[in-house]
């Protein structure tokens, strides 16, 4: 079955920077595109990034473009969010989800604030 595991939050100061990681199994990863998504608390989730299956095309919201920068690893079925120059408004649970599947991983909290 899909299991998709994410780690790496934490708490950080406003400018400062993060990188998350999910771990996925249960599928042909390299097959399928990866997206991130975020949850603030009262909010509804929102996509964050994406990446194609081979790696060669990226997508960000506009909140955080110039800022986040998404990359796999095929080889070790691992999705990264690199998270840099952080605002207190990007404070959410993190999500990695693969496109055509329904399974949601935990999430890892991001929390930025001085």
């Known amino acids: 079955q899909v299991q998709l595991v994410e780690s790496g939050g934490g708490l950080v100061q406003p400018g400062g920077s993060l990188r998350l990681s999910c771990a996925a199994s249960?599928?042909?990863?390299?097959?399928?595109?990866m997206r991130w998504y975020r949850q603030a608390p009262g909010k509804e989730r929102e996509l964050v990034a994406a990446?194609?299956?081979?790696?060669?095309?990226?997508n960000y919201a506009d909140s955080v473009k110039g800022r986040f920068t998404i990359s796999r690893d095929n080889a070790k079925n691992t999705v990264d969010l690199q998270m840099n120059s952080l605002k207190p408004e990007d404070t959410a649970v993190y999500y990695c989800?693969?496109?055509?599947?329904?399974?949601w991983g935990q999430g890892t909290q991001v929390t930025v604030s001085s």
């Open positions: 989800k693969a496109d055509f599947f329904a399974s």
């Open positions: 990446i194609s299956s081979t790696g060669g095309s990226t």
């Open positions: 249960g599928f042909t990863f390299s097959s399928y595109v």
